[in-house]
């Protein structure tokens, strides 16, 4: 009887995981001969075989982890969550999706002048000008711009409004490449890129609350809808025969109608880390930073082979062209009983107008959207400063 030799080689491939991975976990990929054919003595008898050293391979998963959850605990963030999306063929858990909540805004504080008690006379005749403040002002703004946009950006094919669309973005694990950051922000609101094309806000108005060029890649007949004021004054010819002729990259729309800004915004991204990944994955960075998006999951989407371990993952969003939209869409679904679907297959799908019917608005929170078209009270002392200012350099002259 003889022996056959063998020497182990692990190749590690790095794995986000939270636990250990036995060694059960190897498969062999490879084996070879390192010493062929011979004839050899063997107890004064002479034994010939075909191979009599083997060299085997395995591929084993490092109990190197790697943690790209680092960023959200420096901003302060707080971990609500936890589920394992990948297992192991022995059944070990090899990626957990950490769900976090974070801070979006600062909150502050404002003097303001109390006329609840405040008097008005004229003559002998005075009026009592106190009056409750009316907290209705948001809400009817709110209702006002969600009447506009399921106007402007009503399906006619689906009779469907506020609708959104399937963004993924991909992450290899080990901290390779990451193009799920966020990052790339910037003034990208229909209107300050109106404004940046040269055309006078009197001559097309747009709205500051819609981010239409951002969606001219997975949808052009929004960035038409969207810039329809600007088109209808002369402006923009360029970039409407684009968008008509479908394929219309983001970064060639918006690049013509305002360069600095899309410039900008590159450079967010790419600060971000996001320099060696796709134009989409950026775009999806700066939908993020605009809160514009709903995550839905994650999934592994590479796998090594015969290991079966995963090494890149899949994230998927779905994303409004309006902040209004997306809050539409999560306060609407809650009370529907309507998900999002699954990171595979996620419903991205606009409301219907019997569920828009169905909606009892007052039920909503619309806190995010009435912050953002709160007005913002003038630096009185930054206004004085430079009104003393333009009086010195009067008199010097």
């Known amino acids: ?23 059960a976990d190897c498969a062999k990929i490879a084996e070879t001969c390192v010493e062929g054919r011979e004839t050899r003595s063997i107890s004064g008898h002479a034994v010939t075989r075909e191979c009599w050293r083997w060299q085997s391979t395995y591929q084993c998963p490092s109990e190197r982890f790697t943690d790209d959850c680092r960023e959200l605990r420096d901003r302060g963030c707080s971990q609500v969550g936890s589920n394992c999306t990948d297992t192991s063929p022995a059944g070990t858990c090899m990626i957990f999706e950490q769900t976090w909540q974070c801070r979006t805004s600062t909150g502050g504080t404002s003097t303001i002048t109390q006329c609840g008690t405040q008097q008005f006379c004229l003559s002998d005749h005075c009026f009592d000008t106190g009056h409750v403040a009316d ?17 402007k950006y009503l399906d006619a094919d689906t009779l469907t409004v506020f609708r959104g669309h399937d963004n993924r973005c991909k992450k290899k694990l080990a901290g390779l490449v990451n193009c799920c950051r966020s990052g790339g922000g910037g003034a990208l609101a229909n209107l300050p890129l109106i404004l ?16 239409d060029a951002l969606f001219s890649a997975d949808d052009s007949g929004l960035a038409i809808a969207g810039f329809q004021p600007m088109f209808a004054a002369g402006g923009g010819s360029g970039v409407l025969d684009s968008l008509r002729s479908g394929g219309a990259s983001v970064s060639s729309i918006i690049g013509a109608l305002d360069p600095v800004s899309w410039s900008a915004a590159l450079v967010g991204a790419e600060l971000a880390g996001l320099l060696s990944c796709e134009e989409p994955d950026k775009v999806l960075a700066m939908k993020r930073d605009n809160r514009l998006c709903h995550g839905v999951g994650s999934h592994c989407s590479t796998r090594v082979p015969v290991l079966g371990i995963c090494i890149e993952t899949t994230e998927t969003y779905c994303c409004f062209n309006s902040r209004l939209s997306r809050i539409l869409n999560e306060q609407g679904r809650a009370q529907l009983g309507r998900g999002w679907g699954t990171s595979h297959a996620p419903d991205c799908a606009g409301i219907t107008l019997e569920q828009l019917q169905a909606l009892d608005f007052s039920r909503m929170d619309l806190t995010e959207f009435q912050n953002e078209i709160a007005p913002t009270l003038p630096d009185t002392a930054a206004m004085r400063e430079r009104a003393t200012r333009r009086v010195q350099d009067w008199h010097a002259q």
């Not at 009887?1 to 060694?23: D, G, K, Q, Y």
């Open 1 to 23: 009887m003889t022996t056959r030799a063998v020497e182990h080689i692990l190749i590690a491939t790095l794995v986000l995981v939270c636990t250990t991975t036995p060694a």
């Open 135 to 151: 907290g209705d002002f948001g809400k009817v703004i709110a209702g006002l711009e969600a009447q506009r946009e399921a106007g």
């Open 196 to 211: 940046g094309a040269g055309t006078t806000a009197l001559a097309a108005r747009g709205s500051r609350y819609a981010f």
